[in-house]
């Protein structure tokens, strides 16, 4: 599938930014079968889980992320969000739209989160 991820930019700490994930050139009953997350990469480390939501609407969050951040889904628009607030320096990274079904995953092309002190 291919997965189209926007929302990235540059923001102050204690700010917000929303990213969207849209399952594009896919139907509404592809999308509903996947679960789908956010994950997150500084340079030099690996994919690092940020917040998760299955198929069926429940949800995950990294420690670092609960309470800040929010994923939800609309599986109409066949799109998955991340509202992340009160953010800060250390969520600076290139955040990953992530689709997963069975063992089958698919990746976005990142986008880049950048929040200044």
């Known amino acids: 599938v291919q997965l189209q991820a926007s929302g990235g930019g540059l923001v102050q700490a204690g700010g917000s930014l929303r990213l969207s994930c849209t399952m594009a050139r896919a139907i509404f009953s592809v999308f509903v079968g996947y679960d789908m997350g956010w994950y997150r990469q500084t340079p030099g480390k690996e994919h690092e889980l940020v917040a998760t939501i299955t198929a069926s609407g429940s949800t995950d969050y990294a420690d670092s992320a609960k309470g800040r951040f929010t994923i939800s889904r609309d599986n109409s628009k066949k799109t998955v969000r991340l509202q992340m607030n009160s953010l800060r320096p250390d969520d600076t990274a290139v955040y990953y739209c992530?689709?997963?079904?069975?063992?089958?995953?698919?990746w976005g092309q990142g986008t880049l989160v950048t929040v200044s002190s």
């Open positions: 992530n689709a997963k079904q069975g063992r089958v995953q698919d």
